[in-house]
């Protein structure tokens, strides 16, 4: 059983940065794929960005592609979502998902608002 808990959200201007974190407990994560998902309102939810349980190879959406950076702290048991030049329409609450197997595992979400 793992717990996903994100935080590092807010109210931003366009071209400005966050960075997001996803602090798991429970179980280590370290040999987790992980990525982050976000929804916006009257929209369904879609992948933003994601790193396999290798730590090889991240992905990323097109529409996210050179802004935005996943990465993992084994120690801190934590995953990061750096986010750089943001857009309004990134706005949407972002999710942290990890992957074990056939075990999914969801955090509750942070509000991320870009507007001037």
């Known amino acids: 059983q793992v717990q996903l808990v994100e935080s590092g959200g807010g109210s931003v201007q366009p071209g400005d940065s966050l960075r997001l974190s996803c602090a798991a407990s429970?179980?280590?994560?370290?040999?987790?794929?992980m990525a982050w998902f976000r929804q916006a309102p009257g929209k369904e939810r879609e992948f933003v960005a994601g790193i396999p349980y290798s730590g090889v190879g991240m992905t990323y959406a097109d529409s996210v592609k050179g802004r935005f950076t996943i990465s993992g702290d084994n120690a801190q048991n934590t995953v990061y979502l750096q986010m750089n030049s943001l857009k309004p329409e990134d706005t949407a609450v972002y999710y942290c998902?990890?992957?074990?197997?056939?075990?999914?595992?969801w955090g509750q979400g942070t509000q991320v608002t870009v507007s001037s």
């Open positions: 998902h990890v992957n074990y197997r056939t075990m999914d595992y």
């Open positions: 429970g179980r280590s994560i370290r040999r987790y794929s």
